[in-house]
């Protein structure tokens, strides 16, 4: 069974630094999407940015130039990164890691293929 868990989360002030980390297990086949996704309170979930199988990722607008998503691969496990710099309030949201075993390329961390962590709050204050 696939298992995602996501660590690094807490409250940095505007400006500051943030590292999340997803630890993904329980697959057999180690070529898959990656992503994160984010959702404040009130609002719907909102994409943040994913990677495919090579390694090349994709952002949203909103956090282009800010955030940097990377991975490890290892033969039954896998970690996924988000570096988040400059942070602004906006980004408060809870952060969820997503792996969709169904793509390769392609991604999108919001589609129903995915599976999801249970998410790790990020708050940023002013």
């Known amino acids: 069974q696939v298992q995602l868990v996501e660590f690094g989360g807490g409250s940095v002030q505007a400006g500051g630094s943030l590292r999340l980390s997803c630890a993904v297990s329980?697959?057999?086949?180690?070529?898959?999407?990656m992503g994160w996704i984010r959702q404040a309170p009130g609002k719907e979930r909102e994409r943040v940015g994913s990677i495919d199988t090579d390694g090349a990722t994709d952002y949203a607008d909103s956090v282009k130039g800010r955030f940097t998503i990377s991975k490890e691969n290892a033969e039954n496990t896998a970690t996924l990164y988000l570096e988040m710099n400059n942070l602004k309030p906006e980004d408060t949201a809870m952060y969820y890691c997503?792996?969709?075993?169904?793509?390769?390329?392609?991604?999108?961390?919001?589609?129903?293929?995915?599976?999801w962590g249970q998410g790790t709050q990020v708050t940023v204050s002013s």
């Open positions: 997503a792996a969709d075993m169904t793509r390769r390329y392609f991604c999108n961390p919001l589609l129903r293929d995915n599976y």
């Open positions: 329980g697959y057999t086949y180690s070529r898959f999407c």
